[in-house]
């Protein structure tokens, strides 16, 4: 077995084969959690797990690129749902009411992204001041429900720490780096605080200052998880090509290459730590 940590089948790209995808998964006992970036994909996700007795679930939250800080624009994203608006502010009761479904295993995807921000100094810093607040209010949340935390973190690994180390009441005991992209040092960060780390197809990429093999060997694989983040990131051989939860394997073999361990033992471990952390 082998668990897609972080997909979403529940975006535009999915939306006329979603369950032919899903049948092919679980057929070659490939489960997954889709995971939402705003109240739209992540009803979505919930009702989209809700079709299937086991091997899919959902994760609910507010992605950051669409919080609406009224500070900035963003790129609207055709593989990923139409949207009747393109940004929301966190409803805090909206998104408890959604996770009464038994199917909701985590808050996420939350967090911190600073690649699209204001020009002015004054604007950038109450830009990222709205999108700290409501990470701390999904936190609470997160906290409230008893569920762990899915972050997604772009260009902004020492705010979102800092963030964690100043409120351990709102930290989470149970959490993923999704998508991990970082130094040593952040990943050391993470580690300590007891946060598994997401890998995908990013990792076949070069990305500067982020050397991918170093990280992945000295990440513990028993606080590794794998994922696509489908539609995106498809690794080779399918790259510039809609990504798959069917394409898990191909992490699982890249880091099975690197750490030198046996690839079966990978999927294993994995899927474990992917129980463990969604109770599932």
Known sequence: MIIDSHAHLNFNAF????????????????????????????????????EYEKGVWAAIGLHPIHLD??????????????????????????????????????IGEIGLDYYWKPKTKKKQELFKEKQKNALLSQLRLAKELGLPVIFHCRMAHKDL??????????????????????????????????????????????????????????????????????????????????NTPLNTKYIAKEISRIKKIDFNKITEITTQNARELFSI
């Open 161 to 242: 720490i800092s963030i964690l180390l100043e409120n351990p009441d709102l930290r989470p005991s149970r959490a993923v780096a999704h998508s991990f992209v970082g130094g040593k040092q952040d990943l050391k960060k993470y580690l300590n605080f007891g946060f598994y780390i997401g890998f995908n197809g990013i990792i076949f990429k070069e990305i500067p200052g982020v050397d991918f093999k170093e990280i992945i060997k000295i990440t513990p694989l028993n606080k590794i998880l794998l994922e696509t983040d489908s539609p995106y990131l498809a690794p080779p051989p399918f790259q510039n090509k809609r």
């Open 69 to 106: 800080t009224g500070l900035v624009k963003m790129k609207i994203d055709k593989e990923e749902i139409e949207f009747k608006s393109r940004e929301e502010n966190f409803d805090y009761n909206k998104y408890k009411k959604l996770a009464r479904s038994k199917k909701v295993v985590a």
């Open 15 to 50: 939306l006329n084969d979603y369950q032919e995808v899903i049948e092919r998964c679980l057929q070659e006992n490939i489960w997954m959690i889709n995971v939402g970036t705003k109240y739209e994909t992540s009803k979505r996700a919930v009702e989209i797990a809700q």
